[in-house]
């Protein structure tokens, strides 16, 4: 066991910082979410150009070949500066399923361009009645001609507008629930047939949904068998969850940060507010909740590369839990100590208590993930 | 970072559950499963097992008997001992007394006596609260006063742990009640608990077990060599001893035993025709215990590991202490509630065939452990340690 993160780790989180800090302030931000396409290209091209896009991909894309250690370095940092761009959709969600599920020349055709920045990518899976289960999938797709003809809908697919390349989970064969008979299929996002509808989110960043009508695509768009989607799903929602749990750490962090130095500034009754014991034992417990939080993202992040998976199920969702519960523990009592301003969109708290708030329930809330801690 | 054993320490892990399968007797280990009280003998004759394999003291100096285990290892060992079902080894000589004279001590003090706990020879205690100063610690008022060669100690501590067992006591007394701050004028002293005027009274508690007492002192002559530090200086003392009394309040692998005992409790019991365990209500409240106990167990080592190089411990074993202790009633709690109605009995009247003693013991345990998040500093206090040392309120 070692407890540390390693050089090459820590030069990879002060070299981003370093970038966030400067590049990427709360105003910074502020002017991107309000674009058109609500992120950077500039700031995309530049988390390429420093190879964060590339984190853990294998060396022969292009790529580092990164730990999810590593990547929780990333998303730390990305958290802590709550960064809208499309990281998670693309390198932890569609460019995963491509990068463990596809073909060769999948990987050649997909993965360098995704390293370089050049394609983003998106998951759509969650369906309008489907909530957080991944084998609930009703949109079809038919063997047409030589390749597959999809029908259905997805519904708040993370950054699907943004996306040049969806990866689509869709009903081969069977009933709508189950877990045979899902395949992966990767549809262009301009394809003919496919029809995005884009929200804002609270929290600033895009989803979609997306309509399918007659989306023809080839044989070679399929990841992986056909009909045994199902276990790979499972495999890059977890993934992806241990890297929400550490994005939540680096919020988490901000949010703790910034009460403590609310507690020093503010003044009330001529002193500053932290004299209060009753407000002191509660930043107290933020910092236990922050501390509890990243041990279990830890764990989280070490077994989803190392554990099978019946073990990664039982961590991924044990950290889920803790990460939700303290999302929302944290979230609301960093607004409820900074009193008024908390409540305003002018502060960052409040853009964080947003996106802690998604994360609570990104991926299964803390309910989902009980009922699958107690069965696994 | 890597979260997983590697084979050394798997193969480490081995060697300790081999040596204690062998060497932990099957009624001791049948008294601690089944919560019944240790004897002064009990507690003993285990650490004397510990003390002659080299395991008693993992963490002192290796000259004085110490392993050089990795943060790692000494929970392997931890884990293991708890799992296993050995006594513990009471904190007050190895972990609290000694690391204060590897400290503070003089060379003869550090020769007298560090052999002598390491063995088990002598059976320690601590004199630090008294009934006007629990919390408010630098308020107490037993005094020393100086007398030639000697101090006369004349005065009262209280909620002495195994105070009963006692061979020798370390307390705080007043040695100046004339200093600016109270802090200053206090001393800290080895006193020897067959000196004449010193009496042991019990404290019965709410689970009617006799855990704790009342010390009296009534003019104890001392000899001066077992002043510790120097005089009127011994808050330095019992400050650097506090944090190490509080690394041992997690308790994150006995809390694993438990938690573990409460999951096979419920597993047995029934509820609407199924195992309690597959309720909802019970097992979500169960889980969330679970996953708090898991983040723990990483803070904990993560933490340790920040202490290596010999720094004393200070604000981050009281957010052990926090989340330990309430983790430890949690799980308590959750047993007797397994238990259900069957948690009432708790004496037999008529003579004790077919009594359940381990059921009998849920409530009396839960009763006992709300001691966990008072002693050794309440939760509170160490809320406000964690204000003022880490996040500087």
């Not at chain 2, 060669?149 to 195994?162: A, C, F, P, R, S």
């Not at chain 2, 944090?243 to 409790?265: C, H, N, P, Q």
């Amino acid at each position: 066991m070692d407890f540390e993160y390693s050089d090459e780790q820590r030069l990879l989180s002060e070299t981003l910082r370093k970038f966030l800090n400067t590049g990427y302030s709360f105003d910074a931000r502020d002017k991107i979410m309000k674009t058109a396409a609500g992120y950077s290209d500039d700031v995309w091209a530049a988390l390429a150009e420093m190879g964060i896009l590339g984190v853990p991909f294998a060396a022969e894309h292009g790529g580092f070949g990164g730990t999810t250690v590593d990547m929780m370095v990333v998303m730390e940092a990305l958290g802590e500066a709550l960064v809208v761009e499309p990281y998670l959709a693309t390198v932890g969600l569609g460019g995963q399923l491509v990068a463990r599920g596809g073909s060769e020349a999948q990987h050649t055709r997909i993965l360098p361009a995704l390293i370089a920045g050049k394609l983003k990518m998106a998951f759509a899976q969650t369906e309008r009645g489907s909530r957080y289960d991944l084998r609930q999938v009703s949109l079809r797709a038919k063997k047409a001609g030589d390749g597959w003809a999809l029908d259905g809908e997805k519904c708040t697919v993370l950054h699907g507008g943004a996306a040049d390349l969806l990866v689509v989970s869709a009903r081969t064969s069977g009933g709508d629930s189950d877990e045979r008979g899902i395949s992966l299929v990767l549809v262009e996002r301009t394809a003919p047939g496919v029809k995005v509808s884009e929200y804002r989110t609270l929290d600033n960043q895009r989803v979609a949904d997306i309509t399918f009508t007659n989306v023809q695509v080839g044989r070679d768009a399929l990841i992986g068998a056909e009909g045994a989607g199902h276990a790979l799903i499972e495999e890059v929602v977890d993934y992806a969850t241990a890297l929400v749990s550490a994005e939540a750490v680096g919020a988490i962090k901000y949010a703790h940060d910034a009460t403590l130095d609310y507690l020093k500034t503010r003044r009330q009754f001529g002193v500053p507010i932290g004299t209060f014991q009753a407000l002191q034992h509660r930043m107290v417990d933020i910092l236990i909740s922050y501390e509890q939080a990243k041990s279990i993202a830890c764990l989280a992040c070490v077994k989803v590369d190392t554990a099978a998976a019946a073990e990664r199920r039982r961590v991924v969702s044990a950290a889920k839990i803790k990460i939700a519960d303290a999302c929302r523990h944290v979230s609301q009592e960093a607004v409820q100590l900074h009193g008024g301003m908390g409540m305003t969109e002018e502060l960052k708290i409040s853009h964080t208590f947003r996106r802690l708030t998604t994360i609570a329930q990104l991926f299964g809330d803390a309910d989902h993930h009980l009922e699958r801690f107690a069965q696994s | 970072m890597d979260l997983n054993y590697s084979p050394e320490e798997t193969a480490f892990r081995d060697e300790v559950r081999g040596w204690i399968r062998a060497n932990l007797p099957d009624a001791l280990r049948d008294k601690v499963l089944n919560y019944r009280e240790l004897s002064k003998d009990d507690l003993l004759s285990w650490h004397r097992t510990l003390a002659k394999k080299g395991w008693v003291a993992p963490f002192w100096p290796k000259e004085w008997g110490g392993t050089d285990w990795t943060v790692v290892q000494r929970y392997i060992f931890e884990e293991e001992c708890e799992a296993a079902g050995c006594p513990p080894v009471v904190a007050f000589g190895v972990r609290m007394c000694a690391p204060v004279l590897l400290r503070f001590g003089t060379d003869a003090q550090k020769q007298r006596f560090l052999p002598r706990i390491y063995n088990g020879d002598d059976f320690w205690v601590q004199g630090y609260s008294e009934p006007g100063s629990g919390s408010d610690l630098a308020s107490l008022k037993t005094r020393a006063v100086r007398e030639g060669d000697h101090y006369v100690v004349t005065g009262q501590k209280i909620w002495t742990t195994l105070g009963h067992y006692g061979d020798w006591i370390f307390c705080l007394v007043r040695t100046n009640a004339n200093t600016e701050k109270r802090q200053d004028g206090i001393s800290f002293l080895l006193i020897d608990m067959k000196t004449p005027g010193i009496t042991v009274r019990p404290i019965v508690l709410m689970d009617q077990g006799h855990e704790v007492n009342e010390v009296f002192f009534d003019e104890v002559k001392v000899p001066a060599e077992h002043l510790v530090h120097e005089q009127d200086k011994g808050w330095t003392v019992a400050k650097y001893l506090l944090g190490y009394e509080r690394m041992g309040t997690g308790r994150i692998a006995f809390s694993k035993r438990e938690l573990a005992r409460v999951k096979d409790m419920a597993g047995k019991a029934m509820k609407n025709g199924r195992p309690l365990l597959d309720d909802p209500r019970f097992r979500d409240r169960l889980s969330r215990v679970e996953v708090e106990l898991m983040a723990l167990e990483i803070t904990n080592m993560r933490f340790l590991d920040q202490l290596r190089g010999g720094r004393a411990p200070g604000a981050e074993v009281s957010l052990l202490k926090i989340k330990g202790t309430e983790i430890q009633q949690a799980i308590t709690e959750l047993a007797m509630q397994a238990a259900g109605p069957l948690a009432q009995a708790f004496r037999p009247v008529n003579g004790d065939e077919g009594f359940d003693r381990l059921t009998a013991s849920l409530f009396p345990r839960y009763c006992n452990l709300r001691k966990a998040t008072i002693y050794a500093g309440s939760n509170e206090i160490q809320r406000n340690i964690i204000a003022k040392a880490t996040l500087g309120l």
